[in-house]
Structures are given as structure tokens and as C-alpha cells.
């Protein structure tokens, strides 16, 4: 090592602080990234969530109604055919959100309410999604048997031909033999993800960007002391 020249020993330090600069650029790098990563998987399943949330809320307000309905009903107040078609018309009239309505399908798939649509009245225990799934089926079953549950699907929305993902929460009411459910599409919660990660990934290349720059900047000074040092030591060598 002391017979190495002082100019190839500072040009060693410069690789040395190259190699150093560059792999702690590289990892902050990454480290922001994953971070990025991190904060969009809590933000999705977040936002699932909160919509899992609302929706079997909704959900119970309706079998609340119908407790009550029902309650009428074995009081005497009400026959059992009037109790269902009072709790029908409320159903059918109420709303929530933008968009949000209920419908009510018996075990065996009849429908009951649905929007006051000529569905109402029919057996729609085979109908299909866009991908030929039978959801109807699955909305019914995770209630009558799991007593309670989701069901994802697609369809497509008013006006358009292109499927969209739905997410379903339903719950059996006994009672009545009613299967109430709710839910709507879930692709704005998509949208709104990868909405977030095209900021999140702007924000990111900026910094990027920025901790480049000063990290070529760095390396440029210290390029330029390391020559002032090995010329200024070079020459007091020669003299």
C-alpha cells in the first residue's frame, strides 16, 4: 500500500465514495417505493373495507325494519300477507348513497322487491352475470346458509356493454323467507387506487430525480477536491 502512488490512493477514495453514494441512492430509492407499495395496499384495503362496512350496515337496517314488521305482525295487528307487503313497499322505496337500493328474493329465488321492475314477481335463481356465474344463487346461499355473506360479480352498468365488478352483501330473514340484499360497483375504489399511485409515483420520480442530482453533484465537488488534493500533494512531492 505505500508503494501505491498518491494519485491512484485518492483516485481509490473517489471509487470508494462513488460506490458508496450511488448504493445509498439506490436503496432510499427503493425504500420509497416499497413505502409507496405499502401505503396503496393499506389504502385499498381500506377503502374495501369501509365499503364492506356500509353496505352490511345497510343491509341491517332493512332486517331491522322487517323485526319490527314482524313483530306487528304476530301481535296481531297484521296479517301475515299485509306484513309482507307493507315491509315490500317500504323496502322498494328506500335509498341510500347516490345509488344505493335493496332487493328481497326468496329462498327458492323468487324476487319480491327490485325496484318495482317487471323482475319482481319472477324466479331469477339462475340468472347469470356477465362471465355466466349464477350470482343470484350465491347471494341466496351465503345468507340462507352462512347467515350472512358477500358475493362478487359483474355486470354491466346502465348504458353500457363493458362488465364491471359488484360486490353484494345479503342476509336471511327467516321469518318471511326473505334473502334481503345490497351493493353496488366497486371500480371506483380502482379508479381512485390507481389514481393515488400516479401521484404517488409522480411524487416518488421527483424525489428520485432530486436525490440523483444532488447525490452527481456530490460526487462532481468531491471529484474536483480529490484532483485539487492530488495535484496540490504531487507537486509538493516533486519539490
Same mark, same amino acid.
Given at each position: 500500500?505505500?508503494?501505491?502512488? +498518491?494519485?491512484?490512493?485518492?483516485?481509490?477514495?473517489?471509487?470508494?465514495?462513488?460506490?458508496?453514494?450511488?448504493?445509498?441512492?439506490?436503496?432510499?430509492?427503493?425504500?420509497? @417505493?416499497? $413505502?409507496? #407499495?405499502?401505503?396503496?395496499?393499506?389504502?385499498?384495503?381500506?377503502?374495501?373495507?369501509?365499503?364492506?362496512?356500509?353496505?352490511?350496515?345497510?343491509?341491517?337496517?332493512?332486517?331491522?325494519?322487517?323485526?319490527?314488521?314482524? @313483530?306487528?305482525?304476530?301481535?296481531?295487528?297484521?296479517?301475515?300477507?299485509? !306484513?309482507?307487503?307493507?315491509?315490500?313497499?317500504?323496502?322498494?322505496?328506500?335509498?341510500?348513497?347516490?345509488? %344505493?337500493?335493496?332487493?328481497?328474493?326468496?329462498? #327458492?329465488?323468487?324476487?319480491?322487491?327490485?325496484?318495482?321492475?317487471?323482475?319482481? %314477481? *319472477?324466479?331469477?335463481?339462475?340468472?347469470?352475470? !356477465?362471465? %355466466?356465474?349464477?350470482?343470484?344463487?350465491?347471494?341466496?346461499?351465503?345468507?340462507?346458509?352462512?347467515?350472512?355473506?358477500?358475493?362478487?360479480?359483474?355486470?354491466?352498468?346502465?348504458?353500457?356493454?363493458?362488465?364491471?365488478?359488484?360486490?353484494?352483501?345479503?342476509?336471511?330473514?327467516?321469518?318471511?323467507?326473505? +334473502?334481503?340484499? *345490497?351493493? @353496488?360497483?366497486? #371500480?371506483?375504489?380502482?379508479?381512485?387506487?390507481?389514481?393515488?399511485?400516479?401521484?404517488?409515483?409522480?411524487?416518488?420520480?421527483?424525489?428520485?430525480?432530486? $436525490?440523483? $442530482?444532488?447525490?452527481?453533484?456530490?460526487?462532481? +465537488?468531491?471529484?474536483? /477536491?480529490?484532483? $485539487?488534493?492530488?495535484?496540490?500533494? *504531487?507537486?509538493? /512531492?516533486?519539490?
Amino acid at each position: 500500500m505505500k508503494n501505491i502512488k +498518491v494519485r491512484t490512493k485518492l483516485t481509490i477514495i473517489l471509487a470508494l465514495v462513488i460506490v458508496l453514494v450511488t448504493s445509498e441512492s439506490f436503496i432510499s430509492i427503493k425504500n420509497m @417505493n416499497q $413505502l409507496k #407499495d405499502k401505503a396503496l395496499e393499506t389504502m385499498d384495503t381500506s377503502s374495501r373495507q369501509n365499503y364492506d362496512d356500509s353496505i352490511k350496515e345497510q343491509v341491517g337496517v332493512v332486517i331491522s325494519l322487517l323485526s319490527e314488521i314482524n @313483530n306487528e305482525y304476530k301481535s296481531g295487528k297484521y296479517t301475515l300477507d299485509e !306484513a309482507k307487503k307493507i315491509a315490500a313497499d317500504e323496502i322498494r322505496q328506500m335509498r341510500y348513497g347516490e345509488a %344505493g337500493y335493496f332487493w328481497v328474493d326468496q329462498s #327458492d329465488g323468487k324476487n319480491i322487491v327490485l325496484l318495482g321492475s317487471s323482475t319482481e %314477481g *319472477t324466479n331469477r335463481m339462475n340468472t347469470k352475470d !356477465a362471465d %355466466g356465474y349464477q350470482m343470484v344463487k350465491e347471494i341466496i346461499r351465503v345468507a340462507v346458509q352462512d347467515g350472512g355473506g358477500y358475493t362478487d360479480y359483474v355486470f354491466p352498468k346502465e348504458g353500457e356493454t363493458e362488465p364491471s365488478p359488484k360486490r353484494s352483501y345479503s342476509e336471511y330473514f327467516k321469518p318471511f323467507d326473505w +334473502v334481503v340484499g *345490497t351493493g @353496488n360497483y366497486t #371500480d371506483y375504489i380502482d379508479t381512485a387506487i390507481a389514481q393515488q399511485d400516479e401521484e404517488f409515483t409522480s411524487y416518488a420520480s421527483s424525489k428520485a430525480i432530486s $436525490l440523483i $442530482l444532488c447525490s452527481v453533484c456530490m460526487l462532481i +465537488v468531491v471529484a474536483i /477536491l480529490v484532483a $485539487l488534493i492530488a495535484i496540490d500533494i *504531487t507537486k509538493s /512531492l516533486r519539490k
